[in-house]
């Protein structure tokens, strides 16, 4: 199993900026395409970001492209998402997700089946 507890989530005003964090514990061999998705009151979770293992291959939505920035620290076992200049629409509850498999193309990256490992969320709301 795989742990998996985020953290940065909070308050801000618009234009301001927020680094959330995704911690993993167990068994963190399991960790090798790590993601991040969203979910807005009344509507579906959507993909936000993924990386692979060597960061190498990343992934954005349209809506953060140029705004966000996913990265990782396999030494921690943890993955970070750098959110600049938000909007109110990114206001969403977060969640890191976490997949044993070398995903390395966009289809397999945005799909929250591909993701067996998932955390419990951390609240960003942005105020206009």
């Known amino acids: 199993q795989v742990q998996l507890v985020e953290s940065g989530g909070g308050l801000v005003q618009a234009g301001n900026s927020l680094r959330l964090s995704c911690a993993a514990s167990g068994r963190t061999f399991s960790t090798n395409t790590m993601g991040w998705f969203r979910q807005a009151p009344g509507k579906e979770r959507e993909f936000v970001a993924a990386i692979g293992w060597s960061g190498g291959s990343i992934d954005y939505a349209d809506s953060v492209k140029g705004r966000f920035t996913i990265s990782r620290d396999n030494a921690k076992n943890t993955v970070y998402l750098r959110m600049n200049s938000l909007k109110p629409e990114d206001t969403a509850v977060y969640y890191c997700?976490?997949?044993?498999?070398?995903?390395?193309?966009?289809?397999?990256?945005?799909?929250?089946?591909?993701?067996?490992?998932w955390g419990q969320g951390t609240q960003v709301t942005v105020s206009s």
């Open positions: 997700a976490a997949d044993r498999e070398y995903y390395t193309g966009r289809y397999m990256f945005r799909l929250a089946t591909s993701y067996d490992y």
